[in-house]
């Protein structure tokens, strides 16, 4: 099942309590291609990158089964870069540096042989961008999905709806769903948001878990305590990946197997955060996520017993 992936391919510069990375590869289809790549490998990258970027790592994605046609690579130009700190509480970050570089003016084209895509994944991209990669598409996908942020909603909240009224799944965290929605209650928030059109949200609580809501029920998926966070940059994208990645690999967009597409999006995202980067993504193996799986399986599985009166 072919998975077409759009977003950014980019440089960042980490600092967090346990150390620094100095500007490794980074940006929101990286993670999510590589977290996706586990599930299903079929899948087709559309971003953009300047001269200054590795050939190497394209050659990395593409052994990964990332086809990189749609990589845009502009030489004489800058890769985009962002560079952030993490505190102590390690659900918040101050931005030092962004530099949009080429994705200032990212126009995403994409290659004939992308045109039979069954699945998209739209990272988080400004919306009109968003919405192109949808127009582009001679037909529409079995399921499009997408990320956004609270950037968006400050200055192009117009647009951003009119995108989310496009596609099936959104994918934001609980803070975003209440700055879009003026809402502190989360069901209230997701009510607001599927009358827009979606079908299914998803709002992401970081090490508190998610939660899955359509207009009929909800699921909730604990995250698994982690010792040691070094890292989270990256968390949200790779669950994404983890989630279209494994719907991609059973073809079945049902809310019965969505919720098993939110554990496996939770288990790659616990890995994530484990090492600084990708670094994690690129060490794992097929045994460790099944382990990891089982281990979210575990933690809400249960028996109710009756008490005899």
């Not at 790659?268 to 994690?280: D, I, N, P, W």
């Not at 099944?290 to 009756?306: C, P």
Request: glycine share 8%.
């Amino acid at each position: 099942m072919s998975l077409l992936v759009v977003g950014s391919v980019a440089f960042d510069s980490i600092s967090t309590p346990f150390g620094n990375s100095d500007k490794i590869v980074g940006g929101a289809a990286t993670y999510i291609s590589l977290s996706a790549s586990n599930f299903t490998q079929n899948i087709k990258l559309v971003g953009v990158v300047g001269g200054d970027f590795p050939k190497d790592y394209i050659k990395l994605l593409q052994d990964r089964g990332v086809d990189t046609n749609g990589l845009q690579i502009k030489e004489s130009e800058k890769t985009f870069f962002w560079a952030g700190k993490y505190h102590n509480d390690m659900n918040h970050r101050d931005t030092l540096v962004t530099e949009l570089n080429v994705l200032g003016d990212f126009d995403p084209i994409l290659p004939e042989s992308y045109q039979d895509c069954e699945y998209l994944m739209l990272g988080n991209l400004a919306p009109k961008v968003q919405s192109t990669v949808i127009s582009r598409l001679a037909k529409r996908p079995k399921l499009i999905m997408m990320d956004t942020m609270n950037f968006w909603m400050e200055i192009a909240m117009d647009d951003l709806k009119e995108t989310i009224s496009m596609v099936d799944v959104l994918c934001i965290n609980d803070e975003e769903a209440r700055l879009f929605t003026k809402e502190y209650s989360l069901v209230k928030a997701a009510k607001q948001i599927l009358a827009l059109g979606v079908k299914t949200l998803i709002i992401k609580k970081g090490e508190h878990g998610a939660l899955l809501f359509n207009k009929d029920e909800v699921f909730f998926a604990p995250a698994l305590p982690i010792e040691d966070v070094f890292d989270p940059t990256g968390a949200g994208d790779t669950f994404a990946g983890g989630f279209i990645g494994y719907i991609a690999q059973t073809g079945d967009i049902s809310f019965a197997n969505m919720k098993r597409a939110i554990i496996h999006g939770s288990a790659m995202a616990s890995y994530c955060v484990e090492k600084f980067g990708t670094q994690r993504l690129l060490e794992l193996t097929d045994v460790e996520i099944e382990k990891r799986i089982g281990q979210f399986v575990d933690l809400v599985k249960f028996d109710v017993l009756v008490a005899k009166i």
